[in-house]
């Protein structure tokens, strides 16, 4: 039997690869650096697991959240594989156990949260693990966190490429479940992987259902006919921790037990909370979108977000928490446009709250970012097209419509708007750098129209453009006046 089957059958009791599992450990075992976009549940940890169980040496994995990382320690020490975590929660006599069983050569897996690379106990250890000849390989979870330009950059992540000073040779793989292009080359640059190989799969999934709609004043139906409805687990999102409790209490008094869950919660209740969901028959869950990186329960038959998800790779990441046992799952987003504005608000009072000269460039940008970000993910919600192809587009990967979602199920009724966008790019021309807001209520003494739905539908059409302050001040483009030249028709569903 080949020999790769036989340990991973040995160690994990499982028949087969996943897609794209195998060329990486191959990668890793020949001493060579890999990319590997795998989607989210496709199996990114075994492609780093693996090559430590045969080797019967040691991989360091890098790994942005303290969860993650127990989440992982814990489904290891239950298949047998000696695994342990360096983050500063730790206890001092859990912290010495560790450095016990390092200095024994035990473990197989040691996750560490990235800021603990700069310990020069830490650096000590690789140093000697690499000398011994039994560091096997670094792996990098969550690669995306080292590129400004993905959903989640993380400072700390821009030193990574610094350990490799201290273990030459020693192959690197960097993961990541949805990586645009921009933010792949990123990671090759940052991390300064060589000659890799990079091993991307599609992140389509055959098995989820989208849908997106506007959410009304009170969605309560709308939640609980989704939850009704789901199998499995149920994954609620909001966007604060308030909102969590609220909609967690708002759930239990409509007679659906909802337990909440968020950063600010303590230790105990967030572990209880936890427990519940991988274990109750059909937990329904109100969280913070942090919860459920890593929680491996394959039958979640809803994950719900109450208002627009931030970014569209977050959001491939979220809704990907769903179906993870190929059964079919529903993403549901009940979305308002008022949360971008809401979000670019809050984004600008805190750019002002924490107002920091020398970082200010850095924050402005980030902002700026964020705030694109949002409208990239708005575009999506409020788009024509197949929801799950407009979100792969959106990281950079060209897929067919998916034939599930509520676009691809739906006929959608189209209208030609060329002459209400030439009264609104009229209007804008003499008010240059108004903000949405008044634009829209002097148009709406000329008529009654959706004339802040119109704007944006112009914006993504690249007629006007608007800051990415927050503020949204709106500006005619160049291609704006040409139209306003001469119009072309500009078919819309509203
Ligand atoms: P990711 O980190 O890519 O989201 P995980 O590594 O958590 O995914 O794996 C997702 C799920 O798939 C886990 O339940 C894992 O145990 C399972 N899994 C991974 N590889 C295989 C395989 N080759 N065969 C069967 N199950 C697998
Ligand atoms: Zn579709």
């Known amino acids: 039997m080949d020999p790769l089957l036989a340990s991973l059958h040995q160690h994990y009791g499982w028949d087969d690869f996943r897609p794209g599992q195998r060329p990486v450990i191959e990668a890793l075992l020949s001493g060579r650096d890999a990319l590997a976009v795998l989607p989210t549940g496709g199996g990114k940890s075994l492609c780093y697991q693996l090559p430590a169980l045969v080797r019967d040496g040691l991989v360091l994995v890098i790994s942005p959240l303290v ?26 006599e859990v912290r010495q156990e560790v450095w016990r069983s390092l200095a024994e050569g035990k473990l197989r897996l040691l996750y560490l949260a990235p800021e603990r690379l700069q ?50 040779g020693v192959p690197m793989v960097a993961l990541s479940a949805t990586a645009a292009p921009r933010v792949r080359a990123d990671i090759l640059r940052l991390l300064a992987l060589e000659k ?3 091993q991307v799969c599609s992140a389509q999934r055959d098995n989820l259902h989208y849908a997106m709609q506007r959410r009304p004043k009170d969605p309560l139906d709308q939640v609980l006919k989704a939850i009704r409805r789901s199998r499995g687990a149920s994954l609620i999102y909001a966007r604060t921790r308030r909102s969590v409790e609220h909609w967690a209490k ?29 274990e109750a028959d059909r937990p329904v869950l109100v969280a913070t979108v942090a919860f459920g990186m890593g929680v491996d329960r394959g039958d979640v038959g809803l994950v719900l977000h109450l208002d627009l998800p931030s970014t569209p790779e977050g959001y491939l990441q979220e809704s990907g928490r769903a179906g993870r046992d190929g059964e079919p799952a529903q993403c549901l987003v009940l979305f308002s446009p008022g949360d971008r504005t809401s979000l670019g608000w809050a984004m600008q009072a805190s750019l002002r709250r924490h107002h920091n000269p020398e970082l200010e460039q850095e924050e402005r940008s980030r902002v700026e970012l964020a705030q694109q970000q949002l409208r990239r993910m708005e575009a999506v919600a409020e788009g024509e097209m197949c929801r799950q192809q407009a979100l792969l587009l959106a990281v950079g990967e060209l897929a067919p419509p998916c034939g599930r979602c509520d676009r691809c199920l739906s006929h959608l009724q189209r209208d030609d708007w060329s002459e209400a966008a030439q009264m609104l790019l009229q209007t804008l021309e003499g008010n240059h750098g108004t903000d949405a807001r008044s634009l829209s209520d002097t148009l709406a003494e000329l008529e009654p129209l959706r004339w802040g739905w119109l ?16 503020s949204q001040r709106l500006y005619l483009r160049d291609s704006g006046r040409r139209f306003l030249k001469q119009p072309w028709p500009l078919h819309y569903a509203a």
């Open 67 to 92: 969860a993650l990382m127990e989440d992982q320690v814990r489904q290891l020490r239950s298949r047998a594989v000696p695994a342990a975590c360096l983050h500063a929660g730790l206890t001092p």
């Open 455 to 470: 704007t944006r539908r112009l914006v993504q059409e690249e007629l006007i453009s608007e800051s990415n302050d927050g």
């Open 250 to 278: 708002r759930l239990d008094a409509n007679g659906v037990e909802a337990i909440p869950y968020h950063a600010g919660l303590d230790p105990d209740l967030r572990h209880q909370a936890l427990c519940h969901f991988l």
């Open 196 to 198: 890799p190989l990079v």
């Open 119 to 168: 310990s020069s106990q830490v650096r000590e250890l690789i140093a000697s693990t690499f000398r011994q000849k039994r560091l096997v390989a670094l792996a990098v979870d969550e690669a995306h966190c080292i590129s400004a330009w993905g959903h989640d950059f993380r400072p700390d992540y821009r030193r990574l490429g610094e350990v490799r000073t201290l273990c030459p």
